[in-house]
């Protein structure tokens, strides 16, 4: 007999095999990532939501803390066709549902043939069909998370040194510990602040940069961080990354919607229109820029043409949609941080109040 149950929006309900017990729901998407579960299950962006794996081993490698991008699993629950005993013993502990042992090919055809979608799972020894839909019945659409922000923020200003080239404000929105990391290689003090912070809280950091970070849910429940963007755009440069160049598209003037099933993997080609190079990204999105402004489109998906980089020389702002980070994935725009590096070092600060 099954002791896990998947209930899809479609009317379905899936058999499965408990790894982690547990109920609850989220919205449904997958993940074409073949390495890198540590990073993926650990990735803010992923809150509210229920991870399937498209490749079919997860945990090959083990569990190691080192490679996480954040103190807890952020995605409700997991699914695979195969979890191992590493990976079960750990969502076991982080109390996250996970669930095995079904045919996690026929999930991502539904996905991308009818959208992310809400599901319920039921997990361990009572676990029964009704308790699913249960679930599912009772998940909301993503763009009702308005308080997703406080799920993944920090909540206190947080000083990260990396030897004082430049003094970079980041708004925490669900930032990958890799963002910072890749800031301080490169010499910047890192100025963590709340997704919630005022721009009297960024003025008082006397930034070179400010940056907004990757994050989960819609952009435009970030209220805060689009307030900090206006009142500083032309005045200080500007950087973000994923729900970073929405928030800060969205503030100047921009607009945003909802992908149906999304980019989540470590493969998606984004062609450079000025140098007409493809590079390989990560990427981990439900949003995407709808309308850019007074930005201009540097760079696009290959496969759909979604908007995946902006600049404006007015306004020394720059983004890119995928994770130049890419903690897993390709390191082909690692350079980002270099133009990151670039702005916080030609212009002057913002002075504090």
């Known amino acids: 007999m099954s002791d896990a149950y998947i209930a899809l929006a479609d009317g379905r309900v899936l058999e499965a095999r408990a790894r982690a017990p547990g109920r609850t729901r989220g919205e449904l998407?997958?993940?074409?990532?073949?390495?890198g579960y540590e990073e993926s299950l650990t990735d803010p962006s992923y809150a509210e939501q229920v991870l399937t794996f498209s490749y079919p081993l997860i945990g090959n490698y083990?569990?190691?803390?080192?490679?996480?991008?954040?103190?807890?699993?952020?995605?409700?629950?997991?699914v695979a066709r195969e979890l191992t005993d590493d990976v079960a013993d750990w969502l076991t502990e982080e109390g996250v549902p996970a669930i095995d042992h079904l045919d996690t090919r026929e999930i991502v055809t539904t996905v991308r043939e009818e959208g992310a979608m809400a599901c319920g799972i039921a997990a361990g020894p009572d676990a029964t069909p009704e308790d699913a839909v249960e679930e599912m019945e009772a998940c909301k659409p993503m763009s009702d998370h308005v308080d997703i922000g406080a799920q993944v923020s920090v909540s206190e200003p947080t000083v990260y040194e990396g030897g004082g080239e430049a003094d970079v404000a980041l708004l925490d929105c669900g930032a990958k510990g890799s963002i910072i990391s890749s800031l301080m290689e490169r010499g910047a003090d890192v100025h963590v602040l709340p997704y919630d912070a005022t721009p009297e809280d960024v003025a008082a950091v006397d930034p070179d940069v400010l940056f907004v970070s990757n994050g989960p849910g819609d952009p435009e429940n970030f209220v805060a961080?689009?307030?900090?963007?206006?009142?500083?755009?032309?005045?200080?440069?500007?950087?973000?990354?994923?729900?970073?160049?929405?928030?800060i598209t969205s503030a100047l003037g921009g607009s945003t919607e909802k992908m149906a099933f999304g980019h989540r993997g470590v493969n998606q080609p984004v062609k450079d229109l000025r140098t007409d190079k493809v590079v390989m990204t990560t990427q981990n999105h439900g949003y995407t820029v709808a309308d850019t402004g007074p930005l201009e489109v540097t760079q696009v998906n290959v496969n759909d043409d979604t908007v995946e980089g902006l600049d404006s020389t007015d306004l020394d702002?720059?983004?890119?949609?995928?994770?130049?980070?890419?903690?897993?994935?390709?390191?082909?725009?690692?350079?980002?941080?270099?133009?990151?590096?670039?702005?916080?070092?030609?212009?002057?600060r913002v002075v504090a109040d």
Do not use: K, W
């Not at 720059?318 to 212009?347: C, K, W």
């Open 317 to 348: 702002v720059i983004t890119r949609q995928y994770h130049p980070e890419a903690n897993p994935g390709p390191h082909d725009s690692l350079g980002f941080f270099d133009e990151v590096m670039d702005l916080a070092q030609s212009t002057s």
């Open 62 to 78: 083990g569990v190691r803390t080192e490679r996480f991008e954040s103190e807890a699993v952020q995605p409700r629950a997991a």
């Open 225 to 247: 961080a689009h307030e900090v963007v206006e009142e500083f755009a032309g005045d200080l440069p500007m950087a973000g990354i994923c729900l970073g160049q929405q928030v």
């Open 29 to 35: 998407v997958f993940t074409t990532a073949y390495t």
